[in-house]
């Protein structure tokens, strides 16, 4: 489920050699990190339904803070933030924010409608 996360983690490499592989797979992968801390949190909800999707037991009813487009902007923006403070590499920060915003993209893609745009609105995706 996630080679294709990761395979953008490792495109990036090219166009940002500065930032390390692990924070570039980190950024890819931080929509899914948020969501199990959120889930264990009890600040977002999912449920097991056997059978209700294809390839995965669970019914992701309610992640708009790890999956939300506009939240996942803000993580980039975030992230991209903290690694340009920390190294001074512009290219790098901007590669690292649209890795994190890229998770969105590529489950809007594969996901039915369930991927929020932000937290309380509407929910899209191609269900491919």
């Given at each position: 489920?996630?080679i294709?996360?990761?395979?953008?983690?490792?495109?990036?490499?090219?166009?940002?050699?500065?930032?390390?592989?692990?924070?570039?797979?980190?950024a890819?992968?931080?929509?899914?990190?948020?969501w199990?801390?959120?889930?264990?949190l009890?600040?977002?909800?999912?449920?097991?339904?056997?059978?209700?999707?294809?390839?995965?037991?669970?019914?992701?009813?309610?992640?708009?803070?790890?999956?939300?487009?506009?939240?996942?902007?803000?993580w980039?923006?975030?992230?991209?933030?903290?690694?340009?403070?920390?190294?001074?590499?512009?290219?790098?920060a901007?590669?690292?924010?649209?890795?994190v915003?890229?998770?969105w993209?590529?489950?809007?893609?594969?996901?039915?409608?369930?991927?929020?745009?932000?937290?309380?609105?509407?929910?899209?995706?191609?269900?491919?």
């Amino acid at each position: 489920m996630f080679i294709g996360h990761f395979a953008v983690g490792f495109a990036a490499k090219k166009p940002a050699p500065r930032v390390p592989l692990a924070l570039l797979m980190a950024a890819v992968a931080w929509a899914g990190i948020l969501w199990t801390i959120f889930l264990l949190l009890g600040w977002e909800h999912a449920r097991i339904a056997p059978g209700d999707t294809k390839y995965t037991p669970f019914d992701l009813y309610d992640y708009p803070w790890s999956h939300g487009l506009l939240t996942l902007m803000i993580w980039g923006a975030l992230l991209g933030g903290v690694y340009w403070l920390f190294k001074k590499d512009a290219i790098g920060a901007w590669i690292m924010a649209a890795c994190v915003v890229s998770h969105w993209v590529l489950d809007w893609v594969t996901h039915r409608a369930d991927m929020p745009l932000y937290p309380g609105g509407p929910k899209s995706g191609l269900g491919l």
